[in-house]
């Protein structure tokens, strides 16, 4: 795997906001099939985003490591694949008014989930 092909992932920006937070989160759902182990690390997540808060996120240090062991989740080998040009590829993406996200993936050999190829994202500005 070449190590500029997470930089999507390496570089994702810390949350300022509860919904930014969320956003997070869900596509932290949307991969826990290639993260078994993640549930106990990504919890405090969970439980600062929960409960309809509003506003910006005042983040603790349990806080900051669980989003750091996060990415690191998302950027390990147990999801992220080499291309495969012998596999069909799928293009998954998500925006909203703050910006665009994007993953290139191959659906596993399985049919169970897919694998990510790339990801990429981009910021919209005033």
């Not at 910006?99 to 981009?122: C, K, N, P, Q």
Request: charged residues 20%; negative net charge.
């Amino acid at each position: 795997m070449k190590p500029e092909h997470l930089d999507g992932i390496k570089n994702y920006g810390v949350p300022t906001t509860y919904r930014q937070l969320r956003a997070f989160n869900g596509m932290l759902t949307a991969l826990t099939k290639h993260l078994p182990s993640a549930a106990s690390t990504i919890r405090v997540l969970y439980e600062a985003a929960g409960g309809g808060k509003q506003g910006h996120v005042e983040w603790t240090d349990e806080m900051r490591a669980a989003f750091e062991a996060a990415l690191a989740l998302l950027s390990s080998s147990e999801v992220v694949v080499p291309f495969d040009e012998s596999r069909p590829i799928l293009l998954l993406t998500d925006c909203s008014l703050e910006g665009g996200a994007g993953v290139f993936a191959h659906l596993a050999h399985d049919e169970s989930h897919f694998e990510i190829i790339d990801t990429f994202s981009h910021a919209n500005s005033g």
